[in-house]
């Protein structure tokens, strides 16, 4: 039997090159220090939605990205939806003719790369995915009157800190992967005129590659599992995250914003929790360290973060991540019946 360590990170395939694109295809009051001013979520009536508005997808064949379409198809938004294989944002000239051709009012940024361990031997790789695509893109953004989200991780903080990271806690990433996510929310703040990043943590949801949206699956398969016991952080279901960017986006606050589901936990704890909701409380799952798996790129210990910003906005936090996982054990189910 496999043995299944407990950060199996979604990742999309970036080893090759994407296909080309084509166009066939259709204030805030904060004790010291506080956030820098071009954080701040400033509101804006410019984009209207009494009409339905287009929203451009990157990324949109991985978790995030159909959790996204799925979101605003259903609230009547024309989605273009824009997997790897259709564009490469790594490609600059390739994201100025898609942006140049659908004219969106807003691009989602769902592409990037979570393999933490390769990013950590392959720094070019990293940087091209998640700091060089979200430059591209934000570039194309502000050429074309488009605003941007994008999408970042918990892991820009070096977990040092007890209790929960907000936008005033100084991001100090331990791991190449970390340096590269933080380096493009920069360029996004360097390049594009309009934008939403939006930092979440330990995403998980249907037909995602993760530990967490899989452990079900393993444990049927009858793979010996092992969860992380010292690392901390909040398990964030997808679809709650893109209704949560949805609702940001309809504020027209731009900004940093840090969303996650509620309640911070273990690899372990949740895979233990996830076991018993789909009645598989029989199987075992071996708690160990972070250390004990010999990853090559270190983790973060904690990395439970709390949202200032949709706090200031009176933004409801969003539902804990146990009740969510409830949700998705029934779509597992419903799936496999």
């Not at 043995?3 to 066939?24: H, M, Q, R, T, V």
């Not at 991001?171 to 309009?194: C, D, I, Q, T």
């Not at 990043?197 to 967490?212: A, C």
Request: with cysteine; hydrophobic share 40%; glycine share 8%.
């Amino acid at each position: 039997m496999r043995n299944i360590d407990s950060n199996l990170c979604a990742s999309g395939d970036f080893s090759k090159s994407g296909a080309p694109f084509s166009a066939e295809r259709s204030a805030l009051t904060v004790v010291e220090p506080p956030i820098e001013t071009d954080l701040i979520p400033q509101a804006s009536g410019e984009l209207m939605l009494s009409e339905p508005s287009t929203a451009m997808i990157t990324g949109a064949g991985g978790l995030l990205g159909r959790s996204m379409n799925a979101q605003l198809s259903q609230s009547g938004w024309r989605v273009i939806p824009m997997p790897r294989t259709e564009l490469d944002i790594t490609n600059e000239d390739d994201v100025m003719r898609a942006v140049e051709l659908f004219r969106p009012d807003i691009v989602i940024n769902c592409a990037a790369t979570a393999d933490v361990d390769r990013c950590e031997i392959d720094r070019d790789w990293a940087f091209a995915i998640n700091e060089n695509g979200p430059r591209f893109l934000a570039r194309a953004c502000r050429e074309f009157g488009a605003d941007l989200v994008h999408v970042s991780t918990d892991y820009v903080f070096d977990g040092s800190k007890e209790g929960f990271y907000t936008q005033e806690d100084e991001p100090k990433p331990l791991s190449v992967y970390g340096e590269a996510k933080l380096a493009g929310e920069f360029a996004v703040r360097e390049e594009a005129e309009r934008f939403y990043v939006v930092r979440t943590s330990w995403l998980f949801g249907v037909g995602g590659k993760n530990f967490g949206s899989r452990v079900i699956e393993y444990a049927r398969r009858g793979a010996n599992l092992k969860g992380v016991i010292d690392q901390t952080s909040i398990p964030t279901y997808a679809p709650d995250l893109a209704g949560r960017i949805e609702e940001i986006i309809k504020l027209r606050a731009h900004g940093l914003y840090q969303v996650t589901s509620s309640g911070p936990t273990t690899w372990f704890d949740f895979a233990r929790r996830a076991l018993d909701l789909a009645g598989l409380g029989d199987v075992q799952v071996e708690p160990v360290k972070r250390e004990d798996l010999n990853q090559r790129a270190p983790r973060p210990h904690n990395t439970a973060m709390r949202c200032l910003v949709s706090e200031k906005l009176g933004l409801e936090p969003l539902r804990h991540w146990s009740d969510a996982l409830e949700e998705f054990v029934r779509e597992i189910n419903h799936e496999n019946m």
